[in-house]
């Protein structure tokens, strides 16, 4: 009985981990880390120490990096504080509206950020175009290691 409650944990982890991915509210790698430990306490387990500690550490450095690449991307492309401000407000207003809203939301909040420090579109459409490419460069990474993650719980798993 605690087996299939061990499971049914995972499967539901698993897939609020790939959300997670998406959706900035929650850290999908770390909960889709967890899936793996919950069918590592199970009759499908154990898993082998160093790949559990190996993920655990991928998970944790891809969540710390989500928070880095997009404020990496706005100042590379040439980004100032406004613009990296109003990019991450403009990913909380983008949650209120879907999945169009968290991509675009970033991507409108620097660009409205940097128009609000100087007048040069040119300049305000790069930096909201570097906050897009940090978003969607976090997003891919943590698609990437919670795929590994889900893989490796479905070898377990079987």
Same mark, same amino acid.
């Given at each position: 009985?605690?087996?299939?409650?061990?499971?049914?944990?995972g499967?539901?982890?698993?897939?609020?981990?790939?959300?997670?991915?998406?959706?900035?509210?929650?850290?999908?790698?770390?909960?889709?880390?967890?899936?793996?430990?919950?069918?590592?306490?199970?009759?499908w387990?154990?898993?082998?120490?160093d790949?559990?500690?190996?993920?655990?550490?991928?998970?944790?450095?891809v969540?710390?990096?989500?928070?880095?690449?997009?404020?990496?991307?706005?100042?590379?492309?040439?980004?100032?504080?406004?613009?990296?401000?109003g /990019?991450?407000?403009? @990913?909380? #207003? &983008?949650?209120?509206?879907?999945?169009? %809203?968290? !991509?675009?939301g970033? =991507? *409108?909040g620097?660009?409205?950020?940097?128009?609000?420090?100087?007048?040069?579109?040119?300049?305000?459409?790069?930096?909201a175009?570097?906050?897009? /490419?940090?978003?969607? @460069?976090g #997003? &891919?990474?943590?698609?990437?290691?919670? %795929?590994i !993650?889900?893989?490796? =719980? *479905?070898?377990?798993?079987?």
């Amino acid at each position: 009985m605690a087996d299939l409650f061990l499971l049914a944990l995972g499967i539901t982890l698993i897939i609020l981990g790939l959300i997670g991915c998406v959706l900035p509210v929650l850290p999908g790698p770390p909960i889709s880390f967890l899936a793996l430990v919950s069918i590592n306490y199970s009759k499908w387990g154990p898993i082998d120490n160093d790949l559990l500690w190996m993920l655990g550490a991928v998970a944790v450095a891809v969540t710390i990096l989500d928070y880095i690449v997009p404020v990496w991307g706005t100042k590379k492309f040439g980004g100032s504080k406004r613009g990296i401000w109003g /990019a991450a407000i403009g @990913l909380v #207003v &983008g949650l209120f509206f879907g999945i169009l %809203g968290i !991509i675009l939301g970033p =991507f *409108i909040g620097a660009l409205l950020g940097e128009l609000s420090l100087h007048n040069n579109t040119e300049k305000a459409f790069r930096a909201a175009w570097g906050a897009l /490419a940090g978003f969607l @460069l976090g #997003v &891919g990474m943590k698609l990437i290691a919670s %795929g590994i !993650i889900t893989y490796y =719980f *479905i070898v377990q798993f079987l």
